[in-house]
């Protein structure tokens, strides 16, 4: 029985992967095998020892010490694209308000409440006042074509925009999802001077956070709209403002609200909503639980943020999993204690191994964690 910790409230949708024959789910377990998160912080957590895995039902993972968990041993799993869909549906709406001055008219219409037979005429006489440009053959920059910048731009196209996109890390899988008609840069300087829309889908890491700032928007065309469904720390806020008071920028769309810029004018701030949706929040979950469940049971080691991908056959007699820090002989070592195996694999990522053996019989498993350099070894029959 394998004990799972859910912190946040978890889909039932994505709970029902994990046979309740086999796995118990709770918000109090104390000695949990694993933990599913959306948005809670781990930062502060205290993972008990016998902890193996966390799984975020979401991409994005700054809210885990992802890096903390691998010296323990316990490996990070995200859902990558599986909110990808509601987030782009975010974005193009976003798209949108950003021109159309949609919201503020709204708003000015309220104001309209209790005028009577004058409504009709008051509207035509103010409506001039949020009149807004069209989307229709204006250019969009997409920098980043991961699962939702990539989704977004194929939108974008469909909607009668021309697209630039910018991702040195680029796919291949994800240039053949393109659709053809996107341009494809390797400077980012071209996606600056000739964009009207600026939408950024990066990871948020110490070499891209504030990368939106005076010296880049100083690049961008008069009047850009900046869309950030990212992280709020792509964007320097002080730089951001500057620019919308300046009118260098003529809005900024983030899904990530501060006190430092909500009420600023220019800034339509949407309180994070980008995977809010039931649909997002059963594609997260149940794709958490299922690389919770792969590992767990079979040693499967897929869409980590903090150890390697390792495919592994579903059927085995006794499988030896074990993750090992990055160096001289430990491989060799571990392989050695192992002995004679039916199929044996091995991967490294930043100075973490994961090795995994299948062997007929038994293993001293006190032996493998007595070698320097392994972190954790697990025995599954």
Same mark, same amino acid.
């Given at each position: 029985?394998?004990?799972?910790?859910?912190?946040?409230?978890?889909?039932?949708?994505?709970?029902?992967?994990?046979?309740?024959?086999?796995?118990?789910?709770?918000?109090?377990?104390?000695?949990?095998?694993?933990?599913?998160?959306?948005?809670?912080?781990?930062?502060?957590?205290?993972?008990?020892?016998?902890?193996?895995?966390?799984?975020?039902?979401?991409?994005?993972?700054?809210?885990?010490?992802?890096?903390?968990?691998?010296?323990? @041993?316990?490996?990070?799993?995200?859902?990558?694209?599986?909110?990808?869909?509601?987030?782009?549906?975010?974005?193009?709406?976003?798209?949108?308000?950003?021109?159309?001055?949609?919201?503020?008219?709204?708003?000015?219409?309220?104001?309209?409440? @209790?005028?009577?037979?004058?409504?009709?005429?008051?509207?035509?006489?103010?409506?001039?006042?949020?009149?807004?440009?069209?989307?229709?053959?204006?250019?969009?920059?997409?920098?980043?074509?991961?699962?939702?910048?990539?989704?977004?731009?194929?939108?974008?196209?469909?909607?009668?925009?021309?697209?630039?996109?910018?991702?040195?890390?680029?796919?291949?899988?994800?240039?053949?999802?393109?659709?053809?008609?996107?341009?494809?840069?390797?400077?980012?300087?071209?996606?600056?001077?000739?964009?009207?829309?600026?939408?950024?889908?990066?990871?948020?890491?110490?070499?891209?956070?504030?990368?939106?700032?005076?010296?880049?928007?100083?690049?961008?065309?008069?009047?850009?709209?900046?869309?950030?469904?990212?992280?709020?720390?792509?964007?320097?806020?002080?730089?951001?403002?500057?620019?919308?008071?300046?009118?260098?920028?003529?809005?900024?769309?983030?899904?990530?609200?501060?006190?430092?810029?909500?009420?600023?004018?220019?800034?339509?701030?949407?309180?994070?909503?980008?995977?809010?949706?039931?649909?997002?929040?059963?594609?997260?979950?149940?794709?958490?639980?299922?690389?919770?469940?792969?590992?767990?049971?079979?040693?499967?080691?897929?869409?980590?943020?903090?150890?390697?991908?390792?495919?592994?056959?579903?059927?085995?007699?006794?499988?030896?999993?074990?993750?090992?820090?990055?160096?001289?002989?430990?491989?060799?070592?571990?392989?050695?204690?192992?002995?004679?195996?039916?199929?044996?694999?091995?991967?490294?990522?930043?100075?973490?191994?994961?090795?995994?053996?299948?062997?007929?019989?038994?293993?001293?498993?006190?032996?493998?964690?007595?070698?320097?350099?392994?972190?954790?070894?697990?025995?599954?029959?």
């Amino acid at each position: 029985m394998f004990n799972i910790l859910t912190l946040n409230k978890i889909s039932k949708c994505g709970l029902d992967n994990l046979n309740e024959k086999n796995y118990k789910c709770s918000d109090n377990s104390e000695k949990p095998d694993a933990i599913m998160v959306r948005s809670a912080s781990l930062h502060e957590f205290n993972f008990d020892e016998n902890t193996v895995a966390v799984a975020r039902a979401g991409a994005g993972v700054n809210n885990i010490p992802v890096d903390d968990c691998a010296d323990k @041993g316990i490996v990070v799993f995200n859902t990558p694209g599986a909110n990808a869909n509601a987030v782009k549906e975010l974005v193009i709406c976003g798209l949108l308000i950003s021109s159309r001055k949609v919201i503020d008219a709204i708003e000015w219409c309220k104001t309209l409440k @209790g005028e009577g037979d004058a409504v009709a005429k008051l509207v035509e006489k103010g409506k001039s006042n949020f009149a807004g440009p069209e989307i229709l053959g204006k250019t969009l920059g997409v920098i980043g074509l991961g699962a939702i910048g990539n989704m977004v731009a194929n939108a974008a196209i469909a909607m009668g925009m021309n697209v630039i996109g910018y991702d040195p890390y680029l796919s291949v899988s994800g240039a053949l999802s393109l659709n053809p008609e996107v341009k494809l840069t390797a400077d980012i300087d071209d996606i600056y001077k000739s964009s009207d829309y600026i939408s950024v889908h990066v990871p948020l890491n110490d070499s891209t956070k504030g990368f939106v700032n005076k010296e880049s928007i100083g690049k961008m065309k008069d009047n850009v709209r900046i869309l950030n469904f990212a992280r709020g720390g792509l964007v320097d806020e002080n730089d951001i403002i500057n620019a919308l008071e300046s009118e260098k920028v003529a809005a900024y769309v983030t899904d990530f609200p501060t006190d430092k810029i909500i009420g600023v004018k220019g800034v339509i701030a949407i309180p994070h909503l980008g995977a809010s949706s039931p649909e997002s929040e059963e594609n997260c979950a149940s794709m958490a639980a299922i690389e919770l469940a792969n590992y767990l049971e079979k040693g499967i080691i897929r869409n980590s943020v903090n150890f390697p991908d390792v495919n592994l056959p579903g059927a085995f007699d006794t499988r030896v999993c074990v993750i090992y820090k990055d160096g001289k002989d430990v491989q060799a070592k571990i392989a050695a204690e192992v002995g004679q195996s039916v199929s044996f694999i091995s991967a490294t990522r930043k100075g973490k191994g994961y090795l995994v053996a299948d062997i007929e019989g038994d293993v001293g498993k006190t032996k493998l964690e007595s070698i320097d350099g392994v972190v954790r070894v697990r025995i599954l029959k």
